[in-house]
C-alpha cells in the first residue's frame, strides 16, 4: 500500500534543509538540462492539501474539453486531434475523447483505439521532414476531460532530449505558426489514410 499522504511528506522532508528545500534533482547536472545549477534552489515543499482540489471539467456540463468537442483538425465519432498553438516546439498537438471521459474510464474499444491512434499520430509526426522525435504525454491533474500530448522535438537540437523538452518548449520563443499550421495539416491528413475519419466535424468520413 502507498504511503499516507503525511507519511510520504514526512519521508520527503526527512532529507530537506530547515526550509523544507529538497536537494537539487540529478537531472539539474544532465548536459540537457535547460538550467545552470548554480544557483538553482528547489522550492520548499509544501504539505499535502486534502481533499485534493476539484480538477476543471469534474463536471462534463462545465468541461472546455466537451464544449469543445467539434474544434481541431482531424476527428471521427469518437476522437478529435487539435494543434495547441503559442508553444515553442516545431508542432503541439493534443487528442481528445469527444464525449466525456477520463484515461481510466474509458470504454475497452476506445482504449484500444487510443492505442491505435496514438501510434499513428506518432508515426505521422515523426515523418515530417526535421523533425526527430514525437514524445507523448498524459498527466490529468489539471483536467478531468483526458488529453493525451504530442510533442514534436525538432532534429538537431540534442539538448531537447527527454523529459526536459516540455520545459525546454516553455522557455523557447513561439515557434512559427505558419509553419506549425500546415505541418498539422500534413498530419491530418496523414491520420485520415492511416485511420479513417476526416478534417472537418461535419464532413463525411474518410472511405
Do not use: K
Not at 519521508?11 to 545552470?36: C, K, N, Q, Y
Not at 515523426?126 to 489539471?142: E, K, T, W
Not at 522535438?153 to 505558419?178: C, I, K, N
Amino acid at each position: 500500500m502507498a504511503l499516507r499522504p503525511d507519511e510520504f511528506y514526512d519521508h520527503a522532508v526527512a532529507v530537506a534543509d530547515g526550509e523544507r528545500r529538497l536537494p537539487l534533482a540529478r537531472m539539474t547536472g544532465w548536459e540537457i538540462s535547460p538550467f545552470d545549477p548554480d544557483g538553482l534552489r528547489v522550492a520548499p515543499l509544501r504539505p499535502p492539501v486534502l481533499p485534493e482540489p476539484a480538477r476543471h471539467g469534474e463536471d462534463p456540463s462545465d468541461c472546455d474539453a466537451c464544449r469543445d468537442r467539434d474544434e481541431g483538425i482531424w476527428f471521427n465519432d469518437h476522437w478529435r486531434l487539435a494543434r495547441i498553438s503559442g508553444v515553442g516546439v516545431p508542432l503541439a498537438l493534443m487528442l481528445y475523447p469527444r464525449d466525456h471521459y477520463d484515461m481510466a474510464d474509458l470504454p475497452d474499444e476506445l482504449a484500444a483505439e487510443l492505442g491505435l491512434l496514438s501510434t499513428r499520430i506518432v508515426r505521422h509526426v515523426q515523418a515530417l521532414p526535421h523533425i526527430s522525435r514525437a514524445h507523448v504525454y498524459r498527466v490529468g491533474d489539471g483536467g478531468a476531460h483526458l488529453h493525451v500530448w504530442f510533442f514534436a522535438r525538432p532534429e538537431g537540437q540534442a539538448q531537447l532530449y527527454g523529459s526536459w523538452l516540455v520545459v525546454w518548449d516553455d522557455l523557447l520563443p513561439e515557434y512559427p505558426a505558419d509553419i506549425a499550421e500546415a505541418d498539422a495539416e500534413i498530419v491530418a491528413d496523414a491520420l485520415v489514410a492511416s485511420h479513417g475519419g476526416h478534417r472537418s466535424p461535419t464532413s463525411e468520413p474518410a472511405v
